[in-house]
């Protein structure tokens, strides 16, 4: 008899715990849960696996890799971003869907001639279109979605 009650009990539960599967990603607590620091760029990537199969890095050496973490962008509540680069700051606007994974950024304010990797790094986010992550690991790809750059919490 216990068994059975124990086995109502799971079966009861298990469309509670589907819709919890199916549910749309909160995109204030991926978004804005503090500063992220680019990791690096990827190329190969697959869009449609896991979050941590990011594919091949664009940068291997160490000099670069420590570089890359002086990127950073902060998301805030209201919509606006902050963000540093290697000879600067900018600030922009950004916009998350839940339910399309979409992502932009407009109005996007920057230095003056940018290059090297201020440039790259700036062109990249102005072509984003699509996000996927968690409060812990943040990826950004354009359209396509064969390339991501990757954030983490400094």
Not at 39 to 59: A, E, M, S
Request: proline fraction near 4%.
């Amino acid at each position: 008899m216990k068994i059975l009650k124990r086995l109502i009990y799971l079966l009861a539960l298990l469309p509670m715990m589907m819709l919890n599967s199916c549910a749309e990603d909160d995109v204030n607590e991926i978004f804005v849960s503090g500063q992220w620091a680019l990791i690096n760029y990827y190329n190969n990537i697959d869009w449609g696996g896991k979050l941590n199969n990011q594919g091949t890095p664009q940068y291997t050496k160490p000099q670069d890799l420590e570089e890359l973490l002086a990127y950073t962008i902060t998301f805030d509540t209201d919509g606006t971003l902050t963000g540093t680069l290697s000879n600067g700051t900018f600030t922009g606007k950004w916009k998350a869907d839940a339910e399309g994974r979409t992502f932009s950024i407009s109005s996007m304010k920057t230095p003056d001639n940018l290059k090297g990797k201020d440039k790259e790094f700036i062109s990249f986010l102005n072509g984003v279109k699509y996000y996927r992550g968690d409060s812990k690991t943040l990826q950004l790809a354009p359209e396509g979605a064969t390339t991501c750059i990757q954030f983490a919490h400094p």
